[in-house]
């Protein structure tokens, strides 16, 4: 089960940094990642992170402004989002997967357990 929380309301330039917390005891297992949803948009990807955190994957569109991280002892990924703009709002989810991380891995699909969004609403 994942528990995605940190979202809000920021002003365009600001920062937030959202949560993902797992339940169970082989968080490790898994090749986490965050996806967004903008109303009447797709589902897209965002960034990914490999098991141990030695490899991560970026969308362009976020490149530079977001760093995903886990904390394996604490069973929780994160996404530190800087420099927000107003088209990075969204509902923003974080997912899980036993596939090994690869840069082809960015779509929904590739990714077998999901939490229940939190909401990312940035002002201009």
């Known amino acids: 089960q994942l528990q995605a929380s940190g979202g809000g309301l920021v002003q365009a330039g600001g920062s937030l940094r959202l949560s993902c917390a797992a339940s169970?005891?082989?968080?490790?297992?898994?090749?986490m990642g965050w996806f967004r949803q903008a109303p009447g948009k797709e589902r897209e990807f965002v960034a990914a992170?490999?098991?141990?955190?030695?490899?991560?994957y970026y969308a362009d569109s976020v490149k530079g402004r977001f760093t995903i991280s886990r904390d394996n002892a604490k069973n929780t990924v994160y996404l530190q989002m800087n420099s927000l703009k107003p088209e990075d709002t969204a509902l923003y989810y974080c997912?899980?997967?036993?596939?090994?991380?690869?840069?082809?891995?960015?779509?929904?699909?590739?990714?077998?357990?999901w939490g229940q969004g939190t909401q990312v609403t940035v002002s201009s």
């Open positions: 997912a899980a997967t036993t596939r090994r991380l690869t840069a082809e891995r960015r779509t929904p699909k590739d990714y077998d357990y």
């Open positions: 169970g005891r082989t968080f490790d297992s898994y090749t």
């Open positions: 992170i490999s098991y141990y955190g030695a490899s991560t």
